[in-house]
């Protein structure tokens, strides 16, 4: 049974080529390994929408071909360093890392308007989630430790979407975050009519 407190929330994400997501792992695991602490660890996706109820398959497969026509064709690349929040209940999560140049609208979801719950944005590939607020939309120094980071610039086209299950659980008497992602549907290659 679930509580408020251990709900799973669903997301609908966008997920960048494994190879784009390896440099942001493997600068935050630098990041880490020097002293970063205080934040969460996060699946290095960028979250879009939180949902009522997961995506079908056939919505995801129009959704991503959305977004392909939506972007133009264009590459998605990172810019500066931006924060988002995550989740806005007693939780409330701080999402970091870099932003997408490549603001991906609600719109595209096509049919699927009521199972939109919140747009989030901006876009941003999540390196780590804290606790703390960010006062400043781009997080440029508002705290030391965690937010004056600058990611390498990174830029992709390959990247598919899915639904993330993402939920909140007690083990020890420790607090911890679990998700699953679930079945990737791929961006197609190039615009078709």
């Known amino acids: 049974m679930e509580t408020d407190n251990f709900k799973t929330h669903v997301f609908l994400v966008l997920v960048p080529h494994r190879d784009a997501r390896g440099e942001i792992r493997k600068y935050t695991e630098a990041l880490f390994k020097n002293g970063l602490t205080g934040v969460y660890t996060f699946p290095y996706i960028a979250p879009i929408a939180l949902l009522a109820k997961p995506l079908t398959p056939d919505e995801l497969k129009t959704t991503a071909r959305n977004i392909r026509i939506a972007a133009a064709g264009e590459k998605f690349q990172t810019s500066e360093t931006a ?91 420790e607090i911890c975050c679990k998700w699953k992602i679930g079945r990737l549907s791929w961006l197609p290659r190039s615009l078709q009519k």
């Open 83 to 173: 924060c988002a929040l995550f989740l806005s209940d007693k939780n409330s999560l701080t999402l970091f890392g870099p932003r997408l140049s490549i603001e991906i609208d609600t719109a595209v979801i096509t049919n699927t308007s009521e199972k939109i719950k919140t747009k989030i944005t901006p876009a941003v590939i999540g390196a780590w989630l804290t606790s703390k607020t960010c006062g400043q939309q781009d997080c440029d120094g508002s705290d030391e430790n965690i937010y004056s980071h600058s990611f390498p610039k990174i830029s992709f086209r390959a990247a598919a979407i899915a639904n993330m299950f993402w939920k909140t659980v007690n083990i020890n008497g």
